[in-house]
């Protein structure tokens, strides 16, 4: 089994910055892309980054430029450092990851149980 475990979330006022982690543990054999997705209520869940094994990111245009995802393969660890927040950054984060547990197996995603942001004006 594998298990995905956010932390960092909390309520900070607008402006200001929070870190978000997520370890990965179990049988793991190769972790691929990992990323970060949010969903804010009445809202559909969406991509917020995403970073390669190789180290090359994608974000989403709302966040570009105040959010950095990071990942710690040694750890099995992937960061997400948010700057500037924003009230509409207010959302459930959870943590995604590509993973391939044993060599012959195919790899799947797998998903944290999601970690609360909040961001008051």
């Known amino acids: 089994q594998v298990q995905l475990v956010e932390s960092g979330g909390g309520l900070v006022q607008a402006g200001g910055s929070l870190r978000l982690s997520c370890a990965a543990s179990?049988?793991?054999?190769?972790?691929?892309?990992m990323g970060w997705y949010r969903q804010a209520p009445g809202k559909q869940r969406e991509l917020v980054a995403t970073?390669?094994?190789?180290?090359?990111?994608n974000y989403a245009d709302s966040v570009k430029g105040r959010f950095t995802i990071s990942r710690d393969n040694a750890k099995k660890m992937v960061y997400l450092q948010m700057n500037s927040l924003k009230p509409e950054d207010t959302a459930v984060y959870y943590c995604?990851?590509?993973?391939?547990?044993?060599?012959?197996?195919?790899?799947?995603?797998?998903w944290g149980q999601g970690t609360q942001v909040t961001v008051s004006s």
């Open positions: 970073i390669t094994s190789g180290g090359s990111t």
């Open positions: 179990g049988i793991i054999f190769r972790i691929n892309n």
């Open positions: 995604n990851a590509n993973i391939q547990m044993l060599a012959t197996w195919d790899p799947t995603e797998h």
